[in-house]
C-alpha cells in the first residue's frame, strides 16, 4: 500500500531557529514529490517540487531534499519567521506522468514564536 | 493570471440532500481533479477529469460525481449527503502537455458542513 507519513504532527520553534519537516514513503516508484503549504482555513499553496531524478530543490529559505532509496524527503527552512507559520503538506505522485494522483500525508503544523 | 477558483467558498447542507461544488482551472490548464480533506487530514483523492473524462477514481462511492466541460472547467456532485461528508473539497489543476516540473495548483477550496 502506498503510505505517505510526516513526522512530527507538530512542532513550535522561537523566531530565527534552522528547522527540518521530515514526510516518508512507503514505495520508492515515485515520478514526482511535491510540498505544499496550508494556512488555516484555505487551500494549498505549492512551495517545492522534486522530480524523481533529482535530489534537490531550493527557493528562498527553503529547500525540499528526496532520497528515493530510502523513501524519505525533507523540507529544510532557514531563518524561521513568525509568518512560516502554517501546515506543511508532502504529497507524493505514484503515477507516471505530472497529472497523477496525489498521495499526502497528514501535515506538519508549525508554529513559529516571536 | 487567474489560478484555480473555487465556488461557493461555504455551504450548508444537511443529511439526504445533493450538492455540487464548481472548479475553474489556472488558465492554460486541461487537468483537473478533485480532493477531500477532513479536519486535521491531509487530502484524499477523489478523482480527475481530462478531456470530459473521468480518467482516475479514489476509493469514494458512487455518490461522488463529476463533470468536466469543453472550456476544462469542472463540477464534483454529491448525493445523499451523510455527516461524514463534511469537510473541504479541494480542487486541483495541471496540464497533461505540461511535462516535467509543472506543479499541480490548488484552489482556496469549498467547505461543506452537514447538518
Known amino acids: ?114 | 493570471d487567474a489560478g484555480v477558483t473555487q465556488s461557493p467558498t461555504h455551504l450548508i447542507k444537511t443529511r439526504g440532500q445533493q450538492v455540487t461544488l464548481r472548479c475553474s482551472p489556472k488558465s492554460g490548464h486541461d487537468t483537473v481533479s478533485w480532493y477531500q480533506q477532513a479536519l486535521g487530514q491531509g487530502p484524499q483523492f477523489i478523482f480527475q477529469y481530462y478531456e470530459e473524462e473521468e480518467r482516475q477514481r479514489g476509493n469514494f462511492p458512487d455518490r461522488f460525481s463529476g463533470h468536466q466541460f469543453p472550456n476544462y472547467s469542472s463540477e464534483l456532485n454529491v448525493n445523499a449527503l451523510l455527516l461524514g461528508d463534511s469537510a473541504l473539497y479541494l480542487c486541483a489543476s495541471t496540464s497533461i502537455r505540461g511535462g516535467l516540473g509543472q506543479p499541480q495548483h490548488f484552489g482556496d477550496g469549498t467547505r461543506l458542513s452537514i447538518l
Not at chain 1, 37 to 53: A, E, N
Not at chain 1, 58 to 78: C, E, P, V
Not at chain 1, 79 to 89: E, I
Request: charged fraction near 15%; glycine fraction near 8%.
Open chain 1, 1 to 114: 500500500k502506498q503510505e505517505v507519513t510526516q513526522i512530527p504532527a507538530a512542532l513550535s520553534v522561537p523566531e530565527g531557529e534552522n528547522l527540518v519537516l521530515n514526510c516518508s514513503f512507503t514505495d520508492s516508484a515515485i515520478y514526482n514529490l511535491q510540498w505544499f503549504r496550508q494556512d488555516p482555513g484555505k487551500g494549498l499553496t505549492s512551495l517545492l517540487l522534486i522530480q524523481s531524478s533529482q535530489r534537490e530543490q531550493t527557493s528562498g529559505r527553503l529547500n525540499a531534499s528526496l532520497d528515493k532509496s530510502s523513501g524519505r524527503s525533507t523540507l529544510y527552512i532557514a531563518a524561521s519567521q513568525p509568518g512560516d507559520s502554517a501546515t506543511y503538506l508532502c504529497a507524493v505522485n505514484y503515477g507516471s506522468s505530472n497529472t497523477g494522483k496525489l498521495i499526502f500525508g497528514q501535515g506538519t503544523t508549525l508554529q513559529v514564536k516571536p
